[in-house]
């Protein structure tokens, strides 16, 4: 079985899980009170009559029972289903419900544990029964410290379980179709992942690393500000003592001061970052771009093109930075949160932690899905931009057929396929936005309610109940913030899974050989060449074609509209390799040669000449602005031929307007072949040979 092996792990990880689960839901089940005996004689394993939640292991047996069974499940069906069959999508909602149930476990460990403990600490607290200190210390409390930890451990072990799983099942066909409709047999499954997004900001590590330093400080600095308000609430309201009201006062302050300094630079470390990056993206792919095969861009349309390169690199950077900031100090703010609500009331913490399994794994459901709906939107804007790209491109062909009404329906047809993904998106959005506030506010409803009793109880004070409050907000807002950058990081995924396949797409011509040989006589020879055009490739335009021209003649190619004409040329330019036979340039195979040194010996005037968006001057010394040699040619020919032309088509050289005269346009082509001094000289056009020789002798 052939498979990438980025992303794959071996699928001992997968049985090792496995076995991990089941030696827990054992442990589980031996763990119980009297053991498997009390099971049996207590009848506790059948009807449950003596199930006390917080002293009985049972249901974590069961728990992990079931996820070992599911388990079992997956792996049978995966090597029993046919390749078409095993989808990544049927394993991605078994890998949402095998992770929730590790988060439910955590969750009923930290409940256990929190009940469990609470003897320890208040005598008068007898929810699990009348246990003694000395049960207590060798007994549930240190199986739920383990089942804990483990607890932990599966939920890090699922997703590389997960990975190994794919690797059983092999690659599902339907996932490695090419994103821009061409014909990739040879290449590869660019599928973008979160690491290779944050791999391209390598270079910028010094700068993440001084915002990922400010982060740590903006953390702390946050995390003090509850804590000193806190203890301002104490020395104003409960102790009465101003030297403290004022000291606390003084620390609150320098806190906040801190925190800002520490925000602003942890800011502008990553907006840096992020502009750089943003930079090296579009770079990279105009490099990957300009290296492909002039093939790839008759099968790939202009407004996909474009709209990678200016909408989803955007896309990308912004997110990834973005979010790499978010990110990072939320995390950061996250454990330091925590470590301050530990140490001022561990039960408080544990009741907070509740909402913690809810809220990832709805950020994981709702990030793999908007992935996926990212993915369709950036899509359907590249059909949007393709379709007003080829109509204000060719306008005049849109109005010489009065399809203007044509051409609007299309594009609204297109736009509102954008506009009901969008509408989707905002849909799901809201009802994530919804839960995502629900849960926070529920927790802090039930903090304050048990806060409270503690207060009231005299184990904590009111200004460790504020600074509570202050910290579980905070918390609240971190997870709230890291629920947020799946939406983000989504989006930069979905829109750089195109990216990523331009930027590492091999071309499938390469560039050229090394051969720069000092003269060349100009000897064009083909041997039996048959070609067919990549979007046509079962129609073959040249056949067999054998033919020799000599250097120094002046050769005519005759024939009808679609004959191959102009193919012949694009092949003697090597825009193409031809499908079967050899091009020759005295004597030996065009791609021996330099890429750069043929197209100096090599010059064509096309049927319709571009002209860029710059001065006559840089348009007729185009690919030659550093050359050593381009000075010599402006005081040899400029001054003598194109300087009067120049002056005679418009006033300076910096003007455009000329570029409406198209006989002006083939001039400046024959300048720039002269410029070059080219041995061959090709022209598309359908001219007489007389007037060839003509315009050839006057841009002499």
Same mark, same amino acid.
Request: hydrophobic share 45%.
């Given at each position: ?6 992303? !794959? ?11 991990? *689960?089941l ?6 089940f031996l763990a119980t &009170?009297?053991?498997?005996?009390g099971?049996?004689h207590h009848?506790?394993?059948?009807v449950?009559?003596e ?5 009985s292991?049972?249901?974590l047996?069961v728990?992990?029972?079931?996820r070992?069974?599911g ?7 995966a ?8 989808t990544?999508?049927e394993l ?12 439910l476990?955590i ?5 256990k ?5 609470? &003897? ?6 007898k929810?699990c029964g009348s246990?003694?200190q ?5 007994g ?14 599966? +939920?890090s072990?699922?997703? !590389?379980?997960?990975?190994s799983?794919i690797?059983?099942?092999g690659?599902?066909?339907n996932l490695?179709q ?15 992942t979160?690491w290779?997004?944050?791999s391209?900001s390598?270079?910028?590590l010094p ?12 953390a702390?600095?946050?995390s $003090?500000?509850p804590?000193?308000?806190g203890?301002?609430v ?10 403290m009201?004022?000291k606390?006062?003084?620390w609150?302050?320098?806190s906040a001061?801190f925190c800002?300094i ?11 970052s ?12 105009m490099? =990957? ?5 002039v093939?790839?861009f008759? $099968? ?6 474009t709209?990678?390169l ?15 900031n ?6 950061v703010?996250m454990?330091?949160v ?5 140490a001022?009331s561990w039960k ?5 932690f509740?909402?913690?399994p809810f809220?990832v794994?709805?950020?994981? =459901?709702?990030?793999?899905?908007? !992935?996926?709906?990212a993915?369709?939107?950036?899509s359907?804007?590249?059909?949007v ?12 062909t849109?109005?010489?057929f ?8 299309e ?5 509102m396929g954008?506009?009901h ?5 905002s849909?799901?959005?809201t009802?994530?936005?919804?839960v995502?506030?629900?849960? &926070?506010?529920?927790v ?8 409270g009793?503690?207060v009231?109880a005299?184990?904590?004070s009111g ?5 509570f409050?202050?910290y ?20 930069a ?5 195109? +990216?990523?396949e ?7 011509q390469?560039?050229?050989g090394?051969?720069s &040989?000092a ?8 041997r039996?060449?048959?070609f067919?055009?990549?979007?046509r490739?079962?129609?073959r335009?040249?056949?067999g ?14 024939g009808?509209?679609g004959?191959?004409? =102009?193919s012949?040329?694009?092949l003697m330019?090597r ?7 050899e091009v020759?340039?005295?004597g030996r ?7 750069a040194?043929?197209?100096?010996r090599?010059?064509l005037?096309?049927q319709e000449?571009?002209l860029?968006?710059?001065s ?9 602005e550093s *050359? ?22 418009a006033?300076?050289k910096?003007s455009d ?5 198209r006989?002006?346009r083939d001039?400046?082509y024959?300048?720039?072949a002269?410029?070059?001094?080219t ?10 040979l007389r007037?060839?020789?003509a315009m050839?002798? !006057?841009?002499g």
């Amino acid at each position: 079985m052939e498979c990438s092996s980025r992303g !794959r792990l071996p699928t001992n990880v997968f049985w090792c899980t496995l076995c991990i *689960d089941l030696a827990l839901a054992i442990g589980y089940f031996l763990a119980t &009170p009297n053991g498997v005996a009390g099971y049996l004689h207590h009848r506790e394993f059948l009807v449950f009559k003596e199930y006390r939640f917080c002293r009985s292991t049972i249901d974590l047996s069961v728990l992990a029972g079931l996820r070992v069974l599911g388990y079992v499940y997956m792996a049978v069906r995966a090597k029993a289903a046919s390749p078409e069959n095993r989808t990544k999508v049927e394993l991605a909602h078994c890998r949402t419900a095998a992770i929730a149930l590790w988060w439910l476990v955590i969750l009923m460990v930290l409940v256990k544990f929190a009940v469990t403990m609470a &003897p320890l600490f208040d005598n008068s607290i007898k929810v699990c029964g009348s246990w003694d200190q000395g049960s207590l210390a060798r007994g549930p409390p240190l199986l739920l410290c383990l089942a804990l930890a483990s607890s932990f451990l599966g +939920v890090s072990l699922e997703c !590389r379980a997960f990975l190994s799983l794919i690797w059983i099942w092999g690659t599902d066909s339907n996932l490695t179709q090419p994103l821009l409709g061409e014909d990739t047999e040879n290449q590869k499954d660019y599928n973008a992942t979160l690491w290779s997004l944050l791999s391209l900001s390598g270079p910028d590590l010094p700068l993440l690393i001084m915002g990922f330093v400010a982060g740590v400080g903006s953390a702390l600095g946050n995390s $003090l500000i509850p804590y000193y308000s806190g203890k301002i609430v104490d020395a104003a309201a409960i102790e009465h003592d101003h030297d403290m009201f004022v000291k606390n006062i003084k620390w609150l302050a320098l806190s906040a001061l801190f925190c800002a300094i520490a925000t602003g630079m942890r800011g502008g470390s990553f907006t840096m970052s992020s502009a750089r990056l943003n930079v090296r993206i579009r770079r990279t792919l105009m490099q =990957s771009l300009l290296n492909q095969e002039v093939g790839f861009f008759e $099968l790939t349309r202009t407004g996909d093109i474009t709209s990678r390169l200016a909408s989803d690199t955007t896309t990308m950077s912004d997110q990834v930075s973005l979010n790499l900031n978010v990110l990072m100090r939320s995390i950061v703010q996250m454990v330091i949160v925590l470590w301050f609500m530990f140490a001022s009331s561990w039960k408080l913490t544990c009741l907070t932690f509740t909402m913690v399994p809810f809220t990832v794994l709805l950020s994981k =459901s709702y990030g793999m899905f908007y !992935r996926k709906l990212a993915k369709q939107t950036q899509s359907e804007l590249a059909e949007v931009n393709s379709v007003a790209e080829e109509a204000i491109s060719s306008m005049s062909t849109v109005r010489s057929f009065a399809a203007e009404r044509l051409v609007q329906a299309e594009f609204d047809q297109r736009l509102m396929g954008y506009f009901h993904l969008q509408r989707t998106e905002s849909l799901a959005y809201t009802l994530y936005a919804v839960v995502t506030t629900i849960l &926070p506010n529920g927790v802090t409803v039930l903090v304050l309610l048990y806060g409270g009793h503690l207060v009231l109880a005299r184990e904590m004070s009111g200004g460790a109940l504020v600074s509570f409050m202050y910290y579980q907000q905070s918390l609240s807002n971190a997870f709230q913030a890291i629920g947020d950058i799946f939406t983000g990081l989504a989006a930069a995924v979905g829109a750089a899974d195109k +990216v990523f396949e331009l930027m590492g797409r091999t071309p499938q011509q390469h560039a050229g050989g090394r051969s720069s &040989p000092a003269e060349l006589k100009g000897d064009i020879e083909f041997r039996g060449v048959e070609f067919a055009y990549v979007t046509r490739p079962d129609v073959r335009v040249l056949k067999g074609l054998s033919l020799f021209v000599p250097g120094g003649q002046v050769c005519a190619l005759v024939g009808h509209s679609g004959g191959g004409k =102009s193919s012949v040329i694009k092949l003697m330019e090597r825009f193409y390799q031809p499908s079967c036979g050899e091009v020759l340039l005295d004597g030996r195979p065009l791609d021996h040669y330099n890429h750069a040194w043929l197209r100096r010996r090599v010059a064509l005037v096309g049927q319709e000449p571009v002209l860029y968006s710059r001065s006559i001057r840089r348009n007729i010394v185009l690919g030659l602005e550093s *050359d050593s040699e381009l000075d010599e040619w402006e005081g040899r020919r400029l001054r003598k031929t194109a300087q009067a032309r120049l002056e005679q088509v418009a006033k300076g050289k910096q003007s455009d307007w000329w570029a409406k005269l198209r006989s002006s346009r083939d001039m400046l082509y024959l300048d720039e072949a002269k410029l070059l001094n080219t041995p061959l000289l090709m022209d598309l056009k359908d001219v007489d040979l007389r007037r060839f020789r003509a315009m050839t002798r !006057r841009a002499g």
